[in-house]
């Protein structure tokens, strides 16, 4: 039986080698997590991982697990959203987790209140010049600046001094964390205004974290930047030769990531109603497992945003499912790491495969 020829030169078109999306297999291993779960938790505990088993609720799911689930990945879920657009460049950025704790320290001492129990804020930084009980917009100006700060100085060294990512971004990383520390000499900063606290409040960080995913799906969908940010992450040579300016899109790039990583900062601050410069240690590895697992390809030019939410939503199904199992949280670690590694070694084999059918 002949082959039924398509397009340019008789090449032929074969049926099988069609793929299901990446994400769709990423969903789907999210499909088999939750059921895992649900199937131990039946077996071994008598209890639903997903559905609700008490008589004097209604609801058919259990929703304050389905809350705690998404508000445990959305904070670094925004992080991730940056992170995944470096990664699709061919780039990494190991700086945002430590972004998020200066930025955190910087921009709570902002957002203080000049008195507490009608006595001076104890914890204010800036009570004796005047600068407590601000606008909402002054933290957030001073938040969205620093992660721009650092973004565009990742960017700067990577594009004109051709250090590696990974090196700029390691040393952003020590040095931002140094700042966290020195900004209130290790001391925390607490009490933050009404309107400030209200940014991380309930669901808030929740619907953000949508928010700006469904945002950067669209413009890494349908705009010239995501097409660049594609094309970069193939093959950079070749995106130089067809006029894209390559320098200049690899600083955009670090600094949206900047931004992103500053406002989980403040998302993280205001939820929690104090900064310490001990905030967002390993997020940067989180939002890079995230990216990974959701099919994102450390070799660059692959991945979505999509495929990223959904890698948030496995890691916090692990951790809300390890809680439900009742098992220690040095487990959830050790289970990250066998995740990430895993997730890369699939991501190489994917790579392989692409290499053979080609």
Request: glycine share 12%; with cysteine; net charge positive.
């Amino acid at each position: 039986m002949a082959q039924t020829s398509h397009g340019v030169g008789g090449l032929s078109y074969d049926a099988k080698k069609r793929a299901w999306p990446a994400e769709f297999n990423v969903f789907l291993a999210l499909i088999i997590l939750v059921g895992a779960f649900e199937l131990i938790g039946r077996v071994f505990l008598g209890d639903s991982f997903l559905f609700n088993t008490r008589d004097n609720v209604d609801a058919i799911f259990n929703e304050a697990r389905l809350q705690i689930i998404i508000l445990q990945v959305s904070i670094v879920g925004i992080i991730a959203i940056g992170v995944t657009q470096v990664i699709i460049t061919g780039g990494i950025d190991l700086s945002s987790g430590s972004i998020v704790g200066a930025t955190a320290m910087i921009a709570m001492s902002f957002a203080q209140v000049a008195t507490v129990n009608g006595n001076p804020n104890p914890k204010a930084m800036f009570l004796a010049q005047g600068w407590t009980d601000l606008p909402v917009i002054v933290p957030l100006i001073v938040a969205i600046g620093c992660g721009l700060l650092a973004g565009l100085t990742n960017g700067l060294l990577i594009a004109y001094t051709r250090i590696p990512p990974f090196i700029a971004t390691l040393g952003m990383m020590v040095t931002a964390r140094g700042i966290a520390k020195w900004w209130s000499k290790g001391q925390p900063i607490s009490f933050p205004t009404d309107s400030f606290a209200a940014i991380g409040k309930g669901l808030m960080p929740v619907i953000i974290f949508i928010s700006l995913a469904i945002l950067f799906q669209l413009i890494l969908s349908y705009t010239k930047y995501g097409k660049h940010c594609y094309a970069i992450g193939s093959n950079e040579d070749a995106a130089r030769m067809s006029g894209i300016n390559v320098k200049n899109h690899k600083i955009l790039v670090y600094a949206i990531a900047g931004i992103l990583a500053s406002l989980a900062a403040v998302v993280l601050c205001s939820k929690n109603l104090t900064a310490q410069a001990g905030m967002g240690v390993m997020y940067e590895l989180d939002a890079i497992a995230m990216a990974v697992i959701g099919g994102v390809s450390l070799s660059g030019g692959r991945g979505s945003i999509i495929g990223t939410v959904i890698g948030s939503l496995i890691f916090g199904v692990i951790i809300s499912g390890f809680t439900f199992l009742r098992l220690d949280a040095y487990y959830q670690e050790m289970v990250k790491g066998v995740i990430i590694v895993g997730a890369v070694v699939l991501d190489q084999w994917r790579q392989r495969q692409r290499a053979i059918g080609a």
